[in-house]
């Protein structure tokens, strides 16, 4: 148990943009923490010396966290992409010091490693097998706290009320934290029609480490035109309702440490767009002073295993699983509309399974097949 | 938190030359 103050930082990528957005803010000393997403740098031949300064400058501090993207922590296969992935990790966190390391709950779409969005699974003792399986196998690559990230999207209500709960559940073994990304949680108020007081009590709030915080964008509905869903498309200034949130949750986590500002470097092309970027981590970081002063000393547990960690041989899997993710993939990436991928589903292994399709709110099986679509090239 | 203006300087450079 030590004691700290809370640290307000910002999605930290090889991204122009980003970069761009944040390099006043560098200069004027007020990142107090950067959040490297260490799998994206497939693409890039090679990486400037000037990045890995800053990822180190961090790094000593103590001020450098890892969020992965890739992992597809779910999926029911054990593929040699997702070894590789630990295998980079364990590289890369020889070389780095990272606080915290923390990944996407839910199984990608896409038809390779690199494309592809998280979408969630059903909550069933398989899938949380395999859950806390790859959380034991990251915790044992990276030699540190371990966290998730609560998801925007839900196919049901019923889904939304039990996140939290399947969220500790997953975590408890290896000691693990929660990000609580609280645009998703507003999305999920939004899209669910809830109160933010019973929705915030559905989550283990003791074991959040980190916020998460961003903008988003409404979407017409096309099944209603006149319902709008709310999106975490990560490409617009932060909504005032989320200062809100950010306000109203800093008191009920106690062991939190590091509130986090993201955006895509794609929503950063202007320079009033990088402006806004930067006014909105001023507010945050304002709303984290003044808390922070007024609380002077905020506990922080370590979250590391309690006791040393055995890896299951052979690597826990379900064929069923895959292929259901599989079917599940291809429908919402190739169905024209919401009424053929129901057509679809109603027709697939989906039906009257653990999935429970049959209880899917119209309006996020619409989400789903548009976030499906959007990634299905990659990021 | 306080970076060296020689990093400073690096990241400028580095990303306005893309």
């Known amino acids: 148990m030590s004691v700290s103050k809370i640290r307000s930082g910002v999605s930290c990528n090889l991204d122009n943009q980003l970069l761009q957005a944040t390099l006043p803010l560098f200069a004027s000393e007020k990142v107090e923490a950067i959040e490297w997403s260490f799998d994206t740098l497939y693409k890039v031949r090679e990486i400037p010396d000037w990045f890995v300064e800053l990822l180190r400058a ?41 606080d915290h390391i923390t990944e996407h709950f839910g199984f990608m779409t896409g038809e390779d490693f690199h494309k592809g969005a998280p979408i969630s699974v059903p909550y069933t003792s398989e899938t949380l097998a395999i859950g806390i399986d790859r959380l034991q196998r990251i915790q044992e690559a990276c030699s540190c706290p371990v966290g998730l990230e609560n998801l925007a999207f839900s196919y049901s209500l019923d889904e939304v009320q039990r996140h939290g709960e399947f969220l500790e559940r997953l975590i408890e073994p290896v000691n693990g934290f929660i990000i609580l990304d609280l645009h998703n949680l507003y999305c999920q108020l939004q899209n669910f029609s809830l109160d933010f007081e019973t929705l915030i009590r559905a989550y283990p709030l003791d ?64 320079m009033e767009s990088q402006r806004q970027f930067q006014m ?13 002063s007024r609380n002077q000393s905020i506990s922080v547990t370590d979250f590391l295993p309690k006791e040393s960690i055995s890896l299951n041989e052979p690597v826990p899997e379900s064929a069923k699983l895959y292929e259901q993710q599989v079917e599940l993939s291809s429908i919402l990436e190739h169905s024209a509309d919401y009424n053929e991928a129901l057509r679809s589903l109603h027709r697939s292994s989906l039906a009257h399974s653990s999935w429970e399709i049959e209880k899917w709110s119209p309006y996020m099986l619409e989400t789903a097949l548009r976030i499906a679509q959007k990634w299905k090239q990659g990021w | 938190m306080k970076l060296s203006s020689s990093l400073l300087q690096a990241i400028t450079l580095g990303v306005s030359v893309a």
């Not at chain 1, 364990?90 to 070389?95: D, F, L, P, T």
């Not at chain 1, 959040?208 to 035109?225: F, L, T």
């Not at chain 1, 909105?280 to 922070?292: A, K, L, P, V």
């Open chain 1, 58 to 98: 961090f790094s000593q501090e103590g001020r450098l966290i890892g969020h992965g993207v890739y992992f597809s922590l779910f999926s029911g296969k054990w593929t040699t992409e997702q070894q590789r992935w630990l295998d980079h990790l364990r590289k890369v966190s020889a070389n780095f010091k990272f």
């Open chain 1, 207 to 270: 074991r959040v480490r980190e916020i998460h915080i961003s903008g988003g964008s409404w979407e017409s509905s096309g099944i209603r035109p006149e319902r709008t869903i709310r999106r975490d498309t990560h490409d617009d200034a932060v909504p005032e309702a989320v200062f809100d949130l950010l306000r109203k949750t800093l008191p009920l986590c106690k062991n939190l440490k590091f509130v986090i500002l993201e955006q895509l470097g794609i929503a950063l092309h202007t």
């Open chain 1, 280 to 292: 909105d981590f001023e507010r945050m970081q304002s709303i984290i002073h003044t808390f922070n």
